[in-house]
């Protein structure tokens, strides 16, 4: 055999195992493996589409948390102002109770 037949020889092996043929039962066994990779082609598109579909919705939801966590930390902040302002009022009345007790007492 020549190279070239040594060449053509593994190439319609190849493609007999990789369709899945032997050549007593496939004529077209090339046309086969064609079809297989068309196939599995369409089907990872589909894969990269849902995957690209998910991905952007796991982004709006992604943005939609930051802005969650923003508001949480504004209301946090407040609620910190608040006990500030609670405390200092707390502590105001208490200062002036000791004044009208003293003041009483006189």
Same mark, same amino acid.
């Given at each position: $055999? ?18 899945? $043929? ?38 709006? /939801? ?43 007492? /006189?």
């Amino acid at each position: $055999m020549s190279g070239v037949e040594d060449i053509s020889s593994n190439v319609h092996r190849l493609v007999e195992l990789t369709s899945g $043929m032997n050549a007593s039962t496939a004529t077209d066994s090339m046309s086969t493996v064609l079809d297989k990779c068309t196939v599995v082609l369409e089907e990872l598109r589909t894969i990269q589409i849902l995957t690209e579909t998910h991905s952007e919705g796991l982004s709006d /939801q992604l943005k939609q948390m930051e802005n969650s966590i923003q508001e949480i930390g504004s209301l946090f902040d407040r609620i910190d102002q608040l006990n500030d302002f609670v405390q200092k009022a707390k502590s105001d009345l208490d200062k002036l109770e000791k004044l009208y007790n003293v003041v009483d007492r /006189q």
